[in-house]
Every structure is written in C-alpha cells, then in structure tokens.
C-alpha cells in the first residue's frame, strides 16, 4: 500500500510541476519530510532528486514533442548550474535534521509569499501558441546575471531536493525576457540536469535510498509528467499559481513546526 500511495503522490506532484515548469520537487520534498521524520535529510533530498530527474525527463520529452523548449538556453543554464548543484549536495550533509527543516520551510513560505504579492505575469494566458518556432525566441535581458543567479538556483534545488524549477521559471521569465509558455518548457531539461548532478553527487557520498520507493514515485512522475504537459496547453495557469503558493504555504509552516 505505501508504494501505491507513492505512485498516486508521484502522479500528482510530477502533474502539476511539469504545468508550470517546475518538475515536482518543491510538492514532494515536503510530503517526505512529513512521511519519514526521523529520516536523515540527504536520504529524502536523494529519494526526491530521483524521483525529481525522471519527471523532468518525461516532461522534456513531452514539452519538445510541443517545440516548446529554447535548446540554446537549456543547455547555457545547465552548464552554469553544475557548480552549484555540486555544492549544495554536499552541504546538505552537514546540516542537521532540524537545521534543515527550519531552512526548507523558510524557503517555502519566501516563494509562497512572492507568488501571492506578485503573481508570474504572464502566467494568465489560457492556452499556449499551437505553433512555437523557438528558433526565433531572442535571448534579452541582464543574461550575465541569469547565469549568476542559475548557479545559486542549482546550489539551492540540489540542497533542498527540489531540483530548483520553481525558481527557473520566474528567472528565464523575469530575467531573460522569455515567454512564460517557453520559460516552463524550457525549465524541464534544466531541472533534469539540476536533479542528475545533484543525486549524482550524494550517490558519490556513498548516501543510499530504498530503490522501490523511487521507482514508486518514478512511475507516478513519468505519467504525471505526460498528463501535465498535455494540459498546459489548454488551461489557465493564473489559478495554478494562487493554488501553489497556498500548498506552499501550508507546507512550510508544517516543516517548521515539526523542527520544534
């Protein structure tokens, strides 16, 4: 029954991070913090890192089925996030459960009140462009800066387990002048390499997961990736958001308050 309820989590959570570009890490960390409480925090960052890649894969491969990804932005933002992916890997080792609970929690309710003050602009459109010529999406805005800010990203969703799409988004949207149906697409094969780097690095520390609980959520974020990409064409993202920071909100509250 356990890995069943991963699956149906796994579903859900790979559904609505791939509607708005986000992969799913910032829906599931939480719940893992929530289900294993006495679990060591690099071990969930791992299981949800995982999970985490195999949604973004999914998602991306959906996403270019619908010639919505920016490849020349993908793969700079990528390269530019390695380093950071790297360190926030290892510094989740040092930071104890409670220590780790108080920071996540506090990054949760930071994005949660962002997206209630200022909501994505953008993000009201109903459907996305049937035919997307990416080739013709001009890269603009402070670039030099995006890059600085995707490393720091990739530092933060590697320590934090949630792969960092939540914050891509308002970062190729508000920094590099993209179009918010491009932005989300092109923020899932960043997360892939985001979440890859970062497991990669904490399989390296020698820390282990239970193999059926990935595959578990792995097989629910894969279909819910499919489903996802597929409704973000035709839905509203406007209420998505509100509903986001809302979950967020409540979320984080919960993580704090378990520290103490």
Not at 205 to 231: C, H, R, T
């Amino acid at each position: 029954m356990k890995y069943a309820l991963l699956v149906v989590i796994g579903f859900f959570s790979g559904m609505y991070g791939c509607i708005i570009g986000a992969g799913g890490g910032f829906i599931l960390m939480p719940l893992l913090l929530l289900m294993h409480p006495s679990e060591e925090p690099e071990t969930l960052v791992l299981i949800s890192l995982l999970s985490v890649f195999i949604n973004a894969v999914f998602g991306s491969m959906a996403y270019a089925r619908l010639n919505r990804i920016n490849y020349s932005c993908a793969i700079a933002l990528s390269i530019s996030l390695v380093p950071g992916s790297i360190v926030g890997a290892f510094l989740t080792g040092f930071v104890e459960r409670k220590a780790f609970n108080i920071i996540f929690g506090a990054l949760l309710l930071l994005i949660s009140l962002r997206l209630f003050v200022r909501p994505i602009k953008g993000h009201e459109t109903v459907k996305a462009p049937q035919h997307t010529d990416r080739s013709h999406i001009e890269m603009r805005g402070n670039n030099l800066m995006a890059y600085l800010l995707g490393s720091l990203i990739g530092c933060i969703g590697s320590f934090a387990g949630v792969g960092g799409g939540i914050m891509f988004v308002p970062l190729l949207i508000w920094l590099l002048k993209m179009p918010p149906h491009i932005a989300t697409a092109t923020s899932m094969p960043v997360v892939c390499v985001n979440a890859l780097v970062g497991a990669m690095t904490h399989v390296l520390n020698g820390v282990s997961v239970d193999a059926y609980k990935v595959v578990a959520l792995g097989v629910g974020m894969a279909f819910g990736a499919q489903i996802g990409a597929a409704l973000s064409e035709h839905i509203s993202s406007s209420w998505l958001l509100r509903l986001l920071a809302i979950a967020l909100c409540l979320a984080g509250i919960r993580v704090i308050a378990q520290a103490f």
